[in-house]
């Protein structure tokens, strides 16, 4: 069986990486063009490459949406993370381009590092000049019509489906710019690929996009209240479909 798993994980790898290979001319031409109308085409091509991924690792996705969002307007995506693949899955649940946080390590990866930190935004933890010109850059990109991705647990999750503690930056984010924030689900990701291999097990892939949940109004007083609502909706979800794992 472990043998096995080790086949399907090298499989998984390769059609992820084939996938963006095939596809990285694309990525090249939006990200040499410098064109924020033809920057917002890059959903078309990420969304192409998770379903490439899912389809090749024989995974079936099945989506939930709460509610109909407005897809020309900003908003702040926040969801769970337990695996490498949930950048790919968030891309399956929101019609948008979504411009991700991610930490810096992934712009020093091999072929990928180069494509993510031209369209993405890295993080610099424990510098705060470094994290200033994050959030500016978040900004600056909400500001011209751009979506902003965060896992705000901060890394891959090695305990899930239960949750980490949530970093503060998403929130503050989503009150300096009195944007809204979504939740996202990502149900299952941790049974197809979760961060510690020898437990992947095959399951279908389930996504759920919440309501919106609106921050006009709001100060950086108001922080830990957001982030406590925003989990608890990630949460409350994760528990209704996995009591046994939550003790319930």
């Known amino acids: 069986m472990a043998f096995i798993l080790k086949l399907y994980l090298i499989w998984g790898l390769s059609m992820f990486a084939l996938g963006l290979i095939l596809l990285y001319p694309f990525f090249a031409i939006i990200i040499w063009s410098s064109n924020n109308k033809l920057l917002k085409a890059t959903y078309y091509v990420n969304r192409l490459w998770a379903v490439f991924t899912y389809v090749m690792i ?8 709460k509610t109909k969002l407005n897809n020309s307007e900003p908003y702040i995506f926040v969801s769970n993370h337990s695996s490498f693949l ?16 991610g930490k810096r390590s992934l712009a020093t990866a091999p072929l990928f590092g180069w494509m993510f930190r031209n369209l993405h935004i890295c993080v610099d933890r424990g510098n705060p000049e470094k994290t200033e010109e994050m959030f500016r850059k978040c900004l600056t990109k909400l500001e011209q019509g751009f979506s902003i ?17 949530f970093k503060d930056g998403a929130f503050i984010l989503a009150i300096r710019a009195q944007r809204p924030i979504v939740p996202v689900t990502i ?24 309501e919106p949940i609106p921050t006009k109004g709001m100060t950086l007083k108001d922080v830990a209240e957001l982030r406590v609502k925003v989990k608890e909706v990630i949460e409350t979800e994760l528990k209704t479909r996995y009591p046994k794992e939550y003790n319930l």
């Open 58 to 65: 024989l995974v079936p996705v099945k989506r939930i949406r």
């Open 86 to 101: 949930d950048i790919p899955a968030v891309q399956l649940i929101v019609n948008q381009f979504v411009i991700f946080l």
């Open 149 to 165: 991705g965060v896992f705000p647990e901060g890394t891959q999750n090695r305990t899930p489906p239960t949750l980490n503690k």
């Open 187 to 210: 149900v299952s990701n941790w049974k197809i690929w979760p961060a510690l291999a020898p437990r992947l097990s095959w399951s279908p892939l389930i996504l759920v996009q919440h």
